[in-house]
């Protein structure tokens, strides 16, 4: 970490962002927020608010509107800032006006001096969490993005009330892009000690592999069922950002399925970042843990990892 105090700058205070900072000041989960947003009345606004919840909390946290020069000593920039996705939209289709907002903000937080991790929950989130690599110059260990981590939250809880277990004994992930091309690596799928497979094997009656392509639809599609029904999602990626956040700062050495640069795993190497497990501590992204996937599953996976390549290329770079 850059300093003694443990110290998290916010850039984008719309309602990921102030998820994301209610979680975080809750949880105590750092020393020190700053908040940055180019509607500084709003960022204002939202850091007075914050503060006079402070009394009702554990937390003896320092939370301040601020600018990209608060940049150089922090230990995490969690960028949330982006223009939202409309009703219908594909995430995909925000890339090239979320493009131009990283263009803006990125490169303003490296020439601060900034030496930490960049953690990017803007959307469509691999491809920008790609961008901001790009744009910064960063290891790829030290740029994470939130990935399919919500995902597999969500796949877990409905896993959970389908065999009627706790979901935090559901071992199951969403990978690949986040989004429409995102799969369940069901091969891989466990409760508690036993592959799910297996549990339709042995209670036919009870549970089949139709009912798991319904979870498994539900889960691709639960961001727009929420946009269709409220406009946006927040609560739940907030939470996501504040527990990644807290396994940087416990170097917890923790697993979620964040968007990670592959590095060889699956015979896929280049600049592609995608959602896949791996162990999150100080460090950042510490270790890619390489799934054993079906071939099918591996198709998968190959044409989520082309598309989002792809999705990049297409960008009308300046």
């Given amino acids: 970490m850059a300093n003694l105090k443990r110290k998290v700058v916010l850039i984008g205070t719309g309602m990921v962002g102030m998820s994301f900072a209610y979680a975080a000041l809750n949880q105590s989960i750092c020393d020190e927020l700053v908040l940055i947003d180019l509607n500084e009345v709003r960022a204002r606004g939202e850091a007075m608010d914050l503060n006079h919840g402070l009394a009702f909390s554990n937390s ?38 979320n493009y131009k907002v990283f263009e803006s903000i990125v490169p303003r937080v490296v020439s601060s001096g900034f030496d930490g991790i960049f953690l990017v929950a803007t959307n469509p989130v691999d491809i920008m969490t790609r961008i901001t690599y790009e744009l910064s110059g960063f ?15 969500r796949l877990r809880y409905l896993l959970g009330n389908y065999f009627e277990v706790d979901p935090r004994h559901m071992h199951a992930y969403v990978i690949g892009e986040h989004g429409d091309s995102e799969f369940v690596a069901w091969s891989q799928a466990i409760m508690a000690v036993k592959p799910v497979y297996d549990m339709i094997d042995k209670y036919p009656d009870r549970y089949n592999k139709e009912d798991l392509k319904k979870i498994e639809n539900e889960v691709r599609t639960a961001a727009y ?64 843990l390489e799934l054993k996937l079906s071939e099918e599953e591996l198709d998968k996976l190959r044409s989520s990892y082309e598309i989002l390549d792809e999705s990049f290329r297409s960008i009308a770079i300046s």
Avoid: W
């Fill in 60 to 97: 003896s946290m320092q939370i301040y509107f601020g600018n990209y020069s608060d940049c150089s000593d922090a230990d995490v920039a969690v960028i949330c800032a982006g223009v939202n996705q409309k009703e219908g939209e594909t995430r995909l289709q925000l890339l090239q006006r």
């Fill in 139 to 153: 290891n790829a260990s030290k740029v994470i993005g939130s990935g399919t981590t919500l995902d597999t939250a």
């Fill in 225 to 288: 069922e929420i946009i269709k029904a409220k406009g946006s999602t927040y609560y739940g990626i907030g939470m996501a950002i504040c527990r990644i956040v807290r396994a940087i700062f416990h170097n917890e050495n923790s697993v979620f399925t964040t968007s990670v640069r592959l590095r060889g795993q699956y015979g896929l190497r280049g600049e592609v970042f995608i959602g896949n497990p791996c162990i999150i501590n100080s460090g950042g992204a510490n270790r890619i």
